[in-house]
């Protein structure tokens, strides 16, 4: 069974663009989450989708968004980009209960 | 991926020694764990899991203990080698009301020394 994958790998932006991030979450699992992750920070949760639907937020801006399709592939968008949200972005699956969460290999964004 | 922290804590064990990795969470209700493993410029990986309402787990050459009393959890690597070397964190998860919330460690540098 393939992995979590996300694509870009890696992303080079300019402050003020924005950006969109997709996940595939693993076959049949139907929660994605994604977080943040910073030398400074760590790892920090930024939302979950279960069935097309926000099911849980982190404390993050609004400039961080995200949606999730049918097929459970999500995607994140981040606006108005700022230095601070360079950073790896990963999304993890998991079936949406209480279950593990297996991770993807990640997006490693850089904004100049 | 590389790092989780800038100033991670490091373990520097003997390749063959056995490890061990401690994490102290932060809500006694917290109903399950994770210890993941991270290396670098990959994601993190599944390592073991275990539920509040156990003390210990096992897997293959890697071992879970809880401790509720003092909200502690620690992850035993027998017989360590080359490979294991990368961060390791720990996840507490709280599921409430269908939400769950979950909080990473900042996360230990095991290195391996050959």
């Known amino acids: 069974k393939a992995g979590v994958t996300q694509t870009p790998r890696y992303l080079i932006k300019t402050r003020g663009q924005q950006v969109t991030l997709s996940c595939s979450p693993i076959?049949?699992?139907?929660?994605v989450s994604w977080y943040q992750q910073t030398p400074g920070q760590g790892l920090q949760f930024l939302f979950e989708?279960?069935?097309?639907?926000?099911?849980n937020k982190g404390n993050f801006p609004g400039r961080f968004s995200g949606r999730q399709f049918s097929n459970s592939r999500s995607e994140m968008n981040v606006s108005t980009l700022e230095l601070g949200d360079s950073a790896l972005y990963l999304c993890?699956?998991?079936?949406?209960?209480?279950?593990?969460?297996?991770f993807g290999p990640g997006t490693r964004l850089l904004v100049l | 991926g590389e790092s989780v922290g800038l100033h991670l804590p490091t373990l520097s064990v003997q390749e063959g020694d056995n490890s061990i990795i401690n994490c102290a969470y932060s809500?006694?209700?917290?109903?399950?764990f994770i210890w993941y493993k991270q290396e670098s410029g990959k994601g993190p990986q599944f390592i073991i899991d275990?539920?509040?309402?156990?003390d210990k787990r096992q897997g293959q050459r890697v071992t879970v203990l809880l401790n509720k009393t003092v909200k502690h959890l620690s992850l035993q690597i027998a017989a360590t080698q080359p490979g294991d070397s990368a961060v390791y964190f720990c996840a507490e998860f709280l599921f409430s009301g269908g939400y769950q919330k979950v909080t990473f460690g900042t996360g230990t540098k095991l290195q391996v020394i050959p």
């Open positions: 809500n006694s209700a917290s109903d399950y």
């Open positions: 275990i539920r509040s309402n156990m």
């Open positions: 076959s049949g699992h139907r929660s």
């Open positions: 993890a699956s998991s079936r949406g209960g209480q279950e593990t969460q297996y």
């Open positions: 989708y279960f069935s097309e639907t926000q099911r």
